[in-house]
């Protein structure tokens, strides 16, 4: 493995509903057993979810495990006026760590100007001050035609002088398509960490939103392991899980910066993920 000490982050989504979200709050003892570097807490629902489920589980994951949460906020859901008093919350919660990203267009409130790229957001909130900035990148584009190319490098570079200090990508399936894509990156001067994002398939269900975050395919290799146990959930599971496993170790071997777990809150297939990798971080915590 590579000699240098690459992170392990997790990701979860806080829940609308108060069973479910309390539910999750009260499993959190078991995903800081995971001894992630950072738990990144999805932006999914809006304002009201943000202000509510959102930042009662950040606040959780960092004062009650000890562990920083990486609190995302989506452009298309705030406006400068709507996103100030929120900055100042966070800050005030000692919540200083957030990821930008443009949003979907779903959550765009036609009232409001909302930010419409994830640079002038992070532009924003560097001038308000105080937070350490992240974002997002997308490695399959590197494959699409320029004129469908809507995160190119003009635009990264864009977003990295806007005041991101670190890049968390896209989930992949395919790490050949990261690293040409990462060279790419590294070719014209940036430099910062590049954090690769891995989604274990759990079920057939999720296949064709898959394809779509992850560039219009799933690799023949995944796609064929898949179709022969299609008539069991069990084994469908097992076989994204050990896809998912031998992306990480291929990757950790190569030098990557880090490791983000796309969890969908599910913790039996992360624990699961964690034991059989846990070893090749290099870490003494």
């Known amino acids: 493995m590579a000699e240098h000490q690459p992170s392990f982050s997790l990701e979860l989504t806080p829940l609308g509903g108060n069973s479910e979200q309390q539910a999750l709050l009260q499993s959190l003892p078991s995903w800081g057993a995971l001894q992630p570097d950072f738990i990144s807490i999805t932006a999914h629902g809006g304002v009201e979810r943000a202000y509510g489920a959102g ?4 606040t959780a994951v960092q004062q009650d495990l000890q562990i920083p949460a990486l609190v995302h906020i989506a452009g298309q859901t705030w406006s400068p006026t709507t996103l100030k008093p929120y900055l100042e919350k966070l800050r005030a919660a000692e919540l200083r760590h957030v990821l930008t990203i443009r949003g ?8 409001q100007q909302n930010f419409t790229t994830a640079a002038n957001l992070a532009a ?5 001050g105080g937070f350490d900035i992240s974002g997002a990148c997308y490695p399959h584009l590197y494959h699409m035609p320029p004129t469908e190319l809507p995160d190119d490098l003009h635009l990264l570079q864009a977003k990295l002088s806007s005041g991101m200090t670190r890049l968390i990508t896209q989930l992949f399936f395919d790490n050949e398509v990261f690293f040409a894509w990462q060279r790419r990156v590294r070719s014209i001067g940036i430099g910062v960490p590049i954090l690769a994002g ?32 299609a008539n069991d959930p069990a084994a469908v599971q097992a076989v994204g899980i050990d896809y998912a496993v031998n992306q990480i170790k291929d990757l950790l071997a190569r030098g990557v910066d880090g490791i983000h777990l796309y969890t969908m809150n599910n913790l039996e297939v992360t624990q699961k993920i964690y034991q059989k990798t846990q070893a090749w971080f290099n870490k003494s915590k």
């Not at 979907?104 to 009232?111: G, H, I, L, P």
């Not at 924003?124 to 308000?128: K, N, P």
């Open 198 to 229: 891995i989604f274990p398939v759990t079920s057939l269900q999720q296949k064709s939103r898959l394809k779509q975050l992850a560039g219009g395919s799933l690799p023949d290799q995944l796609n064929d392991q898949l179709a022969d146990v």
């Open 124 to 128: 924003f909130i560097r001038r308000v």
């Open 55 to 58: 930042f009662e589980l950040a």
């Open 104 to 111: 979907d267009e779903v959550f765009k409130n036609a009232e």
